[in-house]
């Protein structure tokens, strides 16, 4: 090897949570530094990449700065990099999504500075070869990959050629081992570069066909600032020009690519970037992958629940959407909403192995329901017809069924009979979105998945501990696979069977369940059937949990509970610790930061537990697991006492009232 090709390119990206503050601060801090540094420095190049919502922000608050971007660009010292607009993992998207997205940051970037991009990146470098036709009908010449997913028999630093279906893209490898270090001197740096990869390709079959190898560097925004603060950046441009001229080269990519004779064919499997896949086998624990299969995103998907239930919501969007007839605009707009949804922070981790929280998801769940009431009016309120419908939602092998209903959409699982998704056609996010405890961060492991109506059985002492919120019981009903004893979908009418054991003695129990949809709510209707020869007794609880919307703190909790009890009213204060009340007829709970609230009415007088539960989990700001979420639970519970072969019945109205529209005066 004679000279070595050096690619670096900085990335500039935002959370989906970001506000105009936080860009504004990045802006100051970072952002204006990489123009600054290239303006003023007319032989330094390198690449740069934003997220769309950062460059349309600063294109829309500082003109200026893209003005010096395009005069950088025209002076060949730039190149700004393409890819997803709000940042997606394109695997999981649909064709459309995925040209759509890339188009919007491709006009964003043409109109701001005069030229397209041709290159592109991925979120954490996630990878399927189906998306190379997407790319190439995008314009797009190359995609920069993460070296770990390219297959080590191709590891020559050279750029690779992958084709799928008749169309090809160049890949360029980023290689994060050479990530720069302010404690190496940049001529060292610079040497054990060369060296290195002199050293990893002297006999390699490519030698006798090029004399020139590459190397692509990202560094983040973080890194840069350190880079550039401490003067280190400026050296290593000025060392690289004064002692290594003839052999290193610091380039452009697409610049290396139009002159690069040789480029290795090659075919990559899906997967995603190594330092992100090793938290795809086990919930939140880093392990190495010892399979001789690639980590993919979709193993992500079946590692973390509340991920793949996102995921499987946003599916349901980008159906309807696509299927959307009438008001342009209005179906415009919903697409706008389901790309934000989409960004990929939502659905995979960050490298440091911390994942979205609740009001990351929560945030996402919202601009899917925005979408979906767009979708409704697009086509016409006349138009819109209530409907339950049955398939394989979340692709688990079962049938689960969809009610799209006037004033919800919810998700009914036969997995413990839950109803394990509610979003509020009211611009909320999804009710239902809850995660379990789990040992290593909350002390305890809750063993079901949390939704809303979960039944349980329990004895008199397991439901004194679960009155406390410790977990306890053995999963009668709440772990249960229901079976479907009927459905009609013009009636909007479910009904569904489970059996278990109760007690030591184990006695057959159970519990049948039916769910009749209508526009505000749900009837659902309990019949408890001893199915043993010994007479039982214990408690039946139906628990709801209400995942947290208002995100001021940590620990904030927005839900009011107000109850009838021997006919009178009263608040009960559970914000903070478990609170139970007996005799009750009517429950009301009031999400305050919503103003939306969920009315139980039971046919008979019930006991109440309510309390709020946090989950905490790993953060990337401290060694201790920190709060992601809460949720407000609220248990109706009836006393059993069933001989044996008998059965009881027990009715509950839950109804869901959203504000009113105020009327404007003329």
Known sequence: MKKLNICLYVTASSSILSHSTDFEAKYDKIYKKIVSFMFENTMNKMAVSFTGPVFSWIQREHSEYTQLLSKINNRKQTEVLGGGYYNPIFPLLFP?????????????????????????????????????????SCG????????????KDKRFYLPLIA??????????????????????????????LFDTVNYLTKDDEYNSLTEERVLTIRIDENQFAKLHDSKWLEKLYTTAQEYFSDTINITLPLEYL??????VPTYIPAGIQSNVAIWARSPYKAQDNVSNFQTTVFDFLLTYKRNHALYNRMLYISMLINQCKGDKARKKIAREK?????????????????????????????????????????????????????????????????????????????????????????????????????????KCDDNYERGLFIDHLFTADEYAEYKKGTPSGNGIFSQVLYRE???????????????????????????????????????????????????????????????????????????????ISNGEKNEIDAKESSKSLKKISYIQLTDTSNDISFVYEPNEDCDLVCMPIIFRRPSSTSDNPQISGTAFVTSLAWNVELPA??????????????????????
């Open 645 to 666: 072969g008998m059965e009881m019945e027990k009715t509950i109205n839950f109804s869901i009232i959203v504000p009113k529209k105020r009327r404007t005066k003329k």
């Open 96 to 136: 459309q999504d995925r040209t759509g997205q890339i188009e919007l940051l491709t006009s964003e970037i043409r109109h701001a500075i005069g030229k397209r991009p041709r290159g592109m990146t991925t979120f954490n470098s996630t990878w399927d070869s189906s998306l190379i036709p997407c790319f190439n």
């Open 485 to 563: 004893e009927d459905f009609d979908a013009y009636r909007h009418e479910l009904k569904m069977i489970a059996k278990g054991t109760y007690s030591q003695m184990n006695v057959e129990v159970s519990l049948r369940k039916k769910f009749i949809a209508n526009s505000n709510g749900y009837m659902i209707q309990y019949i408890l059937k001893n199915e043993g020869p010994f007479d039982i007794k214990g408690h039946l609880v139906i628990e709801s949990n209400f995942a947290q919307t208002d995100f001021s703190s940590a620990k904030a909790n927005s839900y009011k509970v107000e109850v």
């Open 163 to 192: 084709s799928e279906q008749g169309k090809s893209i160049c890949i360029l490898p980023v290689n994060r081992e050479f990530i720069p270090n302010t404690l190496v001197e940049p001529r060292e740096y610079l040497r054990n």
């Open 338 to 442: 389901l790309w934000i949804a989409q960004s990929g922070e939502g659905y995979v981790c960050d490298p440091s192995g911390v994942f979205a929280n609740n009001q990351a998801r929560q945030y996402a769940y919202r601009n899917l329901t925005e979408a979906e009431k767009l979708c409704r009016e697009a086509a016409g309120q006349d138009n819109f017809k209530e409907s339950v419908t049955n398939y394989d939602y979340n692709s688990d092998g079962h049938s689960e069924y969809v009610c799209s209903m006037k004033q919800h959409t919810t998700c009914i699982s036969p997995r413990g009979g839950q109803i394990s998704e509610l979003d509020i056609i009211h611009n909320c996010g999804n009710y239902a979105d809850s995660p379990s405890r789990m040992r290593q961060f909350d």
């Open 140 to 151: 797009m010449e190359y995609v920069l990959l993460d070296s770990s997913l390219i297959p």
């Open 258 to 263: 139009h002159r690069a004779e040789t480029k």
